[in-house]
């Protein structure tokens, strides 16, 4: 008790007021050096010109010109809105069953958490190598061809399976769905049980209850869940190249094509567009939804 | 009636509702799907020489592993592990010392934390390969060269810090700071409760942000591809593999560096299993004095 007073009336530049301060130096540090700082460069130099691969200072609208009135852009911008919408829409379903499977579903608590560890284990294996592994099971001759054509279903191979809008699709349903779990997991979690039970008193059935009950009181998490599967899917180049065969490009492999040859203030110009439209998509998406509530628990 | 045995299990009473066996096969069907296809081409990387991407199998030997590892037009793969490593146990050690920190900063409410939180979200949401033109420019700009062990090595942590704190909010939220307040009392020194109390606490946390400090940067590839200079890293060598080699070794490859991500999670899974098995029994123990 003692201590608690004397700390209470300590002068405004002790330690205990410092040290907050000083635990987050090194975080902060990082966060301007290699966030911060790297992004007002490529603000800056979406501003230079460019001419013979030579990068020159100026204060140029050219590269914004160029980004914004190319028919190419747009298309880009319309390629992967919908590959994000596909996927947002097959993740979620996904997500929000397996979290609802194994917050309401399995009783023991030890097998929940083994069941969620082998949701995640993949995560923590390479996404090049997941991509990849795909392509022997969609290809001509792959598994799922041989299989169709062993059962009598197609006498040809069906070649929209590789290298194709859905291809690349299901990379990123096998890639990102765990972003989407990990988070309507986490406020399933927290729902009082008892509110399933007032819910039955009052006469909601099981599908009112759903609706009712559990889908407002997860909206947080698959808020969440959503920003980060949109947010990757639109910030992602090498799924679409690969997965697409070279046929599909997307915003950010557009930038990469510009870096490989050097137009570094082309993909700059357009690397503020891409993000100033996601940021305002999260700002907006984050008037609506309390997410650091959500993050830090309530504090 | 059913009110009063639903209370276990919200959906239904003891015998389990329908809904169990369709949800059960969602996600057995999505353990299938997200583990099926990984072991196809750990299966397709033991093939013999006459080996092709696809099934069906044709012999049974190491020898697309030998190709990789001994095989100069497949690239090179030990020397792009031999930075990967180092680097990804530099961006782990990093990132738990950092996230420990600036999780202990954030129980207090401090001037800009709020900024300072979303500023971390961004850096989690950002595209990757923005960030990584921008730190390759800001280096090229600067007259510094671009190198695994600084530009790439900060690239990753723009990356494995989100994640590194996002999870010790989740520990510091269950964790009671009376712990410190008894230590501090019983004459503990600020080090001493930290050194003491708080870190053996928080300790099966800390293993988890490890894991994903290691694992996160071992497979980084976006953030690290315009920032690691001359030499690659293992993610870019699978990524130039798949635009110019045609063979099982890039099966191989998989089969290796994932091999690797799985030995790191089950020393990281167990050591937090062993842990917490110990505390429950010292708790029991204690009980039973």
Not at chain 1, 10 to 27: D, K
């Amino acid at each position: 008790m003692l201590t608690l007073t004397q700390r209470s009336v300590a002068s405004p530049f002790s330690w205990t007021r410092l040290r907050p301060y000083l635990q987050v130096m090194p975080l902060v540090a990082v966060m301007m050096v290699f966030v911060v700082a790297p992004l007002c460069f490529v603000v800056a130099v979406s501003f230079f010109r460019y001419d013979n691969f030579e990068v020159i200072p100026d204060f140029s609208l050219e590269n914004y010109q160029s980004v914004l009135t190319s028919h190419l852009t747009l298309s880009l911008y319309l390629t992967m809105l919908k590959l994000a919408a596909f996927t947002w829409v097959f993740t979620l379903l996904i997500g929000f069953s397996v979290a609802y499977f194994l917050v309401f579903h399995v009783r023991n608590r030890t097998v929940a958490i083994g069941l969620f560890l082998l949701c995640t284990v993949p995560f923590w294996t390479s996404n090049v190598i997941r991509m990849i592994s795909w392509l022997p099971l969609l290809g001509k001759q792959g598994v799922i061809n041989s299989a169709l054509m062993f059962l009598g279903l197609t006498d040809k191979p069906l070649t929209f399976l590789l290298f194709s809008d859905f291809s690349v699709i299901v990379s990123y349903v096998h890639l990102f769905t765990i972003f989407m779990i990990v988070p309507i997991f986490n406020t399933m979690s927290r729902i009082d049980r008892s509110l399933f039970e007032a819910a039955t008193d009052a006469g909601a059935g099981r599908f009112g209850t759903l609706v009712l009950v559990v889908l407002p009181l997860t909206k947080s998490g698959i808020v969440l869940g959503s920003i980060f599967v949109v947010t990757l899917v639109m910030g992602d180049f090498y799924v679409v190249r690969v997965m697409s065969g070279g046929t599909d490009a997307s915003v950010v492999s557009a930038m990469y094509d510009d870096i490989s040859t050097l137009l570094f203030p082309h993909a700059a110009a357009s690397a503020v567009i891409l993000v100033t439209l996601l940021t305002l998509m999260v700002a907006a998406i984050l008037r609506v939804v309390n997410v650091r509530g959500e993050l830090t628990g309530g504090r | 009636m059913a009110t009063a045995v639903s209370r276990a299990n919200p959906p239904g009473p003891d015998r389990r509702p329908w809904t169990f066996y369709a949800l059960g096969a969602v996600f057995a069907g999505y353990v299938a799907f997200l583990y099926g296809p990984m072991l196809c081409i750990y299966v397709l990387s033991f093939q013999g020489p006459r080996g092709a991407l696809a099934f069906p199998m044709r012999g049974l030997s190491l020898f697309w592993f030998r190709q990789l590892l001994f095989q100069a037009d497949t690239g090179d793969i030990l020397g792009a592990l031999s930075r990967s490593l180092p680097l990804a146990l530099i961006v782990m050690t990093l990132t738990v010392l950092i996230s420990l920190a600036a999780g202990l900063a954030f129980r207090s409410r401090f001037r800009g934390s709020g900024a300072l939180f979303y500023l971390v979200i961004a850096s989690l949401v950002a595209p990757g390969y923005v960030l990584s033109i921008g730190i390759g420019l800001m280096f090229q700009l600067l007259g510094f060269e671009t190198s695994w062990y600084t530009s790439a090595l900060g690239a990753q942590l723009s990356w494995t810090l989100p994640f590194g704190l996002l999870i010790m909010f989740a520990i510091f939220g269950r964790f009671s700071s009376a712990y410190e307040e008894a230590a501090r009392d019983l004459g503990a020194s600020s080090a001493q409760s930290m050194w003491l109390v708080v870190v053996p606490i928080l300790l099966p946390g800390m293993i988890a942000v490890a894991l994903f400090g290691f694992t996160l940067s071992y497979d980084e590839f976006a953030r690290t591809l315009q920032t690691t200079g001359a030499t690659n890293t293992v993610p870019i060598e699978i990524w130039s593999m798949t635009q110019n080699v045609t063979s099982p070794s890039i099966y191989a490859l998989g089969t290796l560096t994932t091999a690797l991500s799985f030995l790191v999670i089950g020393t990281a899974l167990t050591s937090i299993g062993v842990i917490q098995k110990r505390r429950i029994n010292r708790a029991k123990t204690l009980a039973g004095a």
